[in-house]
């Protein structure tokens, strides 16, 4: 069991090692999904809450594996249930809010390959995070990670209006304004400690 | 419409093609900019880089061969699903290797090598390819794919490093008064050079097809 704070935990994981722009995690839809703001909160929260489910079946999976003696199995149970999750998730607001459902699209199946999702479960694990820890961790971490995309969102939002060289525009440079971000969240590193 | 009764391309391309693909005129990552989160994150020395890339090698080759193999076997609702397991457990095996080969790389990829699971350009390899090709087809594509995504990560990595450290594969490359660019190490770095590639490929690319024609580069990319 880890002996860090919840708070310090928290701020670590949403702004400090930022998940996009600190570990590299979930830049596919970071880059995908980022064109418009509407869309960038929506994806935001649908991974937040993956997230959060993720962590909590992660925690019981690993306490089952160890109890078992099957710590190589670990992987590969994690990405099932991910999987599995994401699908009873999509089936649930598909019956409960299908306005919400077609907002979401194709996003929601997508976040099974989402990077993100699986750092978090392997990031609590090899850190050895409680059960409470471990909630907060993946909280922080889905603020931290539609944080990101929103922020994206709004200046590629901005871009769009903007005179740029024809040559610069598309991947590049939102990598650039990705580089960019990722520096200015640098300064959130005396934060905490 | 089921993958197993789709015949091959018209025009089928001969091997060597097919591993051209992937090496350069689709190059995963400056071309179809699959699979970035590895690409960006273990790219700042160049040892890492490689090490990653025949990881990914490894593991797209082997999971290529074996969806092709079962893809008469798989039922399309869950053919996902099965690529997801076939995946996980050659990605478990290389984890399980490379830390038998060597400790120090493995805690400095970390949780990188598990989540190779989820580089898309695997998935997308098994299902865009592998799926519906024959086994020597699909592990030719995944060898070109795999040598693709080295070859970019490897790109990344020796800039990152000779600029960052100012050596490569831990040589010196600089005398010892150069001032090493510390930002190339941090995670902006790895943006800014990736940037820095793909704004060369498209100047290249443009240069090449003549000053009429957009370049297709930089608009194609960031699919997902």
């Known amino acids: ?193 | 419409m089921t993958p197993t009764t789709l015949p091959p391309a018209a025009d089928v391309p001969s091997s060597s093609a097919e591993l051209l693909e992937g090496l350069w005129r689709d190059n995963p990552v400056f071309v179809q900019l699959l699979g970035m989160c590895p690409v960006l994150a273990v790219s700042n020395t160049a040892r890492n880089a490689l090490a990653m890339g025949l990881a990914t090698l490894f593991v797209l080759v082997l999971s290529n061969g074996l969806v092709s193999s079962l893809r008469r076997f798989v039922p399309r609702q869950v053919r996902i699903a099965t690529y997801i397991l076939i995946i996980a457990t050659f990605v478990t095996i290389v984890d399980l290797l490379i830390q038998a080969i060597s400790l120090d790389l493995h805690k400095a990829l970390g949780a990188f090598i598990s989540l190779i699971v989820v580089n898309c350009l695997i998935l997308g390899r098994a299902e865009a390819f592998a799926s519906r090709n024959t086994v020597g087809r699909s592990l030719l594509d995944g060898l070109g794919m795999g040598a693709g995504f080295t070859v970019g990560l490897l790109a990344l990595g020796a800039v990152r490093e000779v600029l960052g450290f100012g050596s490569l594969f831990g040589l010196a490359v600089f005398p010892a008064t150069f001032q090493p660019w510390v930002v190339m190490i941090l995670p902006s770095g790895g943006f800014f050079t990736l940037a820095a590639w793909l704004l060369l490929i498209a100047a290249r690319q443009r240069r090449r097809a003549g000053a009429g024609a957009p370049a297709a580069i930089a608009t194609t990319g960031v699919a997902r």
Do not use: H
């Open chain 1, 1 to 193: 069991m880890s002996e860090q704070s919840l708070g310090s935990i928290f701020i670590g994981a949403s702004l400090i090692n930022n998940f996009v722009l600190a570990y590299f995690l979930g830049i596919c839809p970071f880059l995908g999904v980022s064109g418009k703001l509407a869309t960038a909160t929506r994806m935001g929260a649908a991974v937040t809450f993956v997230m959060l489910v993720a962590s909590v079946c992660a925690f019981g999976i690993d306490a089952a594996l160890s109890a078992l003696g099957l710590p190589f199995l670990r992987l590969i149970s994690f990405i099932v249930v991910i999987a599995a999750t994401v699908q009873l998730v999509e089936m649930f607001v598909k019956k409960t809010s299908p306005a919400l459902f077609r907002a979401l699209g194709i996003f929601l199946p997508l976040i099974t390959t989402n990077c993100a999702i699986l750092g978090v479960a392997l990031f609590q694990t090899n850190r050895g995070y409680g059960f409470v820890q471990s909630i907060v961790f993946a909280l922080g971490a889905g603020i931290g990670f539609t944080l990101a995309l929103v922020l994206m969102a709004g200046i590629r939002e901005q871009l769009e209006l903007a005179d740029v060289p024809d040559l610069v525009r598309g991947a590049a440079l939102t990598l650039v304004v990705a580089g960019i971000l990722s520096l200015g969240f640098m300064g959130f590193a005396g934060l905490g400690g």
